[in-house]
């Protein structure tokens, strides 16, 4: 099949949040996308979309509505036409698309740890006790709260540069992103430590980038097939089979891990009150084919761990 390529005056429209680093993830597709076809940048146009998750910055995302704050008016955008694409961080995303999309697309996985940035303190067990510590993250504040008990979290929301002016602001004396973010921002001034997964396992697709299209957009699936990494697919089928067995949102403090070693796939996996009274955690691994079904598999260990009403706290 000859592909209909996209061309500075007919260009590919790729749809984005407008935050500095949901840009540079979309500028990453494009340049991609623009040396696999030997295409000009001027044969793509990126659309900054402002979603509700972005208005929003002075309240939780449980209390607002997850995840899909930050994809619905992108992904009704896609619908209309107004963009052919939408590149997302994959940590951002529901487990299912809306009818009509399919999310298939996933570029090199970045660093998927957790970075502890202060500009006083080197490593969680450095701050002293009762500590004020910053952040959005239901899973991260769980999992703080399990090992420090002590330690006073208060939210952290805005985007990563708004998130930084905090700590400069004195708000708190520390506070968590992914690596990834400050990886591709080129954000080497940033005081960081990198927390190893066994120290804090990391949100479920942390450090990838996905890319949803139109199902029946032939073209479009053509041409983001030449960019696919099959390694984090691989690895995200895993993880996000795990995600869906466990109904898992924003209100959720869920965490996992798929890695590759050879032919097996490894998966680790965390569940936690969001107070971080109780953690439950286990891992599994098995031929990476069967990486959807070893999600499910260890989702289902945790479930039956945690026992009956553990997630419904919220409902309380």
């Not at 995840?67 to 951002?92: N, Q």
């Not at 466990?246 to 107070?275: K, N, Q, Y």
């Amino acid at each position: 099949m000859t592909i209909d390529l996209p061309t500075p005056e007919t260009p590919l429209k790729i749809g984005t949040r407008g935050s500095p680093l949901a840009l540079a993830q979309a500028n990453e597709t494009r340049d991609r996308l623009a040396k696999a076809f030997d295409l000009p940048f001027e044969a793509f146009s990126v659309v900054a979309i402002k979603t509700t998750g972005d208005r929003i910055i002075d309240r939780p995302l449980k209390e607002i509505g997850g995840k899909g704050l930050f994809t619905r008016e992108i992904e009704d955008a896609m619908l209309s036409g107004e963009i052919d694409i939408a590149v997302h961080s994959m940590k951002d995303m529901p487990v299912l698309q809306p009818d009509g999309l399919v999310l298939d697309t996933y570029l090199p996985r970045e660093d998927v740890r957790d970075a502890f940035i202060s500009p006083e303190y080197g490593s969680i067990a450095q701050l002293p006790e009762a500590a004020i510590v910053g952040t959005s993250s239901l899973r991260r504040r769980a999992q703080l709260l399990n090992r420090r008990p002590d330690l006073n979290v208060v939210e952290f929301r805005g985007n990563l540069q708004t998130r930084l002016k905090k700590l400069d602001d004195g708000v708190a004396s520390c506070t968590f992103l992914a690596m990834a973010g400050l990886n591709r921002l080129g954000m080497e001034d940033v005081p960081k430590t990198a927390i190893t997964p066994d120290d804090m396992l990391p949100a479920v697709a942390q450090g990838a980038i996905g890319i949803e299209r139109r199902i029946n957009d032939d073209r479009t699936a053509e041409m983001l097939s030449a960019i696919h990494d099959t390694v984090t697919g691989q690895r995200l089928a895993a993880e996000r089979a795990y995600l869906a067995k466990l109904d898992g949102s924003c209100e959720t403090p869920i965490a996992g891990l798929a890695e590759l070693h050879g032919d097996t796939l490894h998966l680790r996996g965390e569940v936690l009150r969001p107070d971080g009274s109780i953690a439950h955690a286990d891992e599994i691994s098995g031929p990476i084919a069967d990486g959807a079904a070893l999600g499910t598999s260890l989702a289902r260990t945790l479930l039956e761990r945690a026992g009956p009403g553990f997630f419904d706290w919220h409902t309380n």
